[in-house]
């Protein structure tokens, strides 16, 4: 695993922004692996800058998302599937029906999975964008999910709910199921690059990068990835350097 420790939050992001217009600008039909949550929200401003400012085109971009919550249509404030039109899709030429997520709705979802994963294996992420949970989670693969998971409905830990639950006005309010990703499909992208910035986040990150590979801290397995950065701010970083 390559570790590139940035002083804040502002050089984080615009790190991870090098990185992903270097795959942009080297295929224009790039897959991205793309996160929701707070952390890559600087990438996120950084790539809609440089779209008005230099006019990078994602209009052949192909993205595919982590995850949905269960029950939440896209037209909800608080889907993700909202989340990635407000913070990045309505800000850059992409066209909508080249970016995908879970359908959080789906009537059947069983088959939305195997739709999803069949998806997946056509859309081969070329860069994988992730946080990490102060528990050490990926998309929303919690401690203890298989390392051979992929697309599933899955159960939010409580820590997960009690975080996420600053985006609700009541922590009841936040779904307990998500569709979400597995770490198969997250292994699969041929790069991943993870973020991390502040101090809540420092003790999972030192497990990822330095513990022992485990199912009980899923980002562990990216110790396994043959072409994973993980780029995190100075307060991120604290436990490991
Ligand atoms: C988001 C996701 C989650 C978040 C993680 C960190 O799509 O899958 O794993 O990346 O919970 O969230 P933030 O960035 O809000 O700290």
């Known amino acids: 695993m ?5 002083k804040n939050y502002e050089e984080m992001s615009a ?12 295929n224009p039909e ?13 990438l996120y401003a950084e790539m809609i800058r440089d779209h008005r400012e230099n006019g990078t085109s994602y209009r052949r971009v192909r993205t595919v ?34 970016t995908h997520i879970e359908d959080g709705t789906a009537a059947a979802p069983e088959a939305e999975c195997a739709r999803y994963n069949a998806l997946l294996s056509v859309l081969r992420q070329d860069i994988q964008v992730l946080g ?18 992929v697309t599933r409905v899955v159960t939010l830990a409580e820590s997960t709910v009690r975080d996420n639950s600053r985006l609700f006005d ?15 499909n997250i292994m699969n992208a041929r790069r991943v690059l993870l973020l991390a910035n502040g101090e809540k986040k420092a003790k999972a990150v030192y497990g990822m990068v330095r513990g022992e590979v485990t199912e009980q801290l899923p980002a562990s397995i990216l110790q396994r990835h043959a072409d994973c950065i993980l780029v995190c701010d100075e307060a991120a970083a604290r436990l490991i350097s």
């Open 2 to 6: 390559k570790i590139i420790v940035t």
């Open 15 to 26: 790190e991870a922004f090098r990185l992903v217009k270097e795959v942009v600008k080297e």
């Open 30 to 42: 790039a897959v991205l692996g793309l996160a929701t949550g707070s952390t890559p929200l600087g």
């Open 65 to 98: 998302n982590l995850d949905e919550y269960e029950g939440l249509p896209a037209s909800d404030e608080r889907s993700y599937a909202y989340f990635m039109r407000h913070n990045l899709f309505d800000g850059l030429d992409i066209e909508l029906k080249n």
């Open 132 to 149: 990490i949970g102060s528990n050490g989670h990926i998309a929303f693969n919690e401690p203890g999910t298989p390392f051979d998971s």
């Open 170 to 184: 009541r922590i009841e309010d936040v779904p307990r199921r998500a569709f979400s990703m597995g770490l198969r």
